[in-house]
């Protein structure tokens, strides 16, 4: 599908697809579709051992001290994760990036302590039409794993997105 024919929701996913890229080149990343439960995962071997990581990601367009993950969203993943761990024989690290105006921010969410869920009431999305209430953490960008400097350019994105249609 031409990205001029795409929802927003498919903009900002093909967007976010094409930042991983640029941001890790040579990881052999690998992308999901719009139903999966996370956006892109990494599987490959490191000194004989095979590793996985599941990376759920997010565009945003203002920087904040703390960003939003949703609790629903978080659950999904640890449930989801379990089974496939069990099935495969692997233990798989969840990770969360944030591309903002500044910086891009990824946590590996295994390895901090996430706060308490807190009541949000969430703004209009790319797919509903009307504000909903949920529990959402916030995890602070001094929390992050791992701060990149790998700023997100939407306009350069894009172009590059339509010169591969």
Not at 107 to 120: E, F, G, M
Not at 135 to 144: E, H, I, N, R
Request: proline share 2%; glycine share 2%; charged share 35%.
């Amino acid at each position: 599908m031409k990205f001029d024919q795409m929802n927003n929701f498919q903009k900002l996913e093909a967007i976010s697809t094409e930042a991983v890229r640029q941001l890790l080149p040579d990881s052999n990343v690998q992308f999901t579709d719009e139903f999966e439960n996370y956006d892109a995962f990494i599987d490959k071997v490191v000194n004989g051992q095979r590793r996985i990581a599941w990376i759920e990601t997010k565009v945003r367009n203002a920087e904040y001290d703390d960003y939003i993950l949703e609790a629903r969203k978080l659950k999904l993943l640890k449930q989801k994760r379990a089974a496939a761990e069990k099935e495969l024989g692997v233990k798989i690290n969840l990770f969360y990036l944030n591309f903002t105006p500044k910086a891009t921010y990824i946590w590996n969410l295994d390895k901090i302590k996430v706060p308490k869920s807190t009541a949000y009431a969430g703004r209009y999305t790319a797919v509903n039409s009307a504000k909903e209430e949920k529990d959402v953490y916030y995890l602070p960008t001094k929390s992050a794993t791992r701060v990149y400097d790998y700023v997100l350019n939407k306009e350069e994105i894009i172009k590059i997105i339509k010169d591969k249609e």
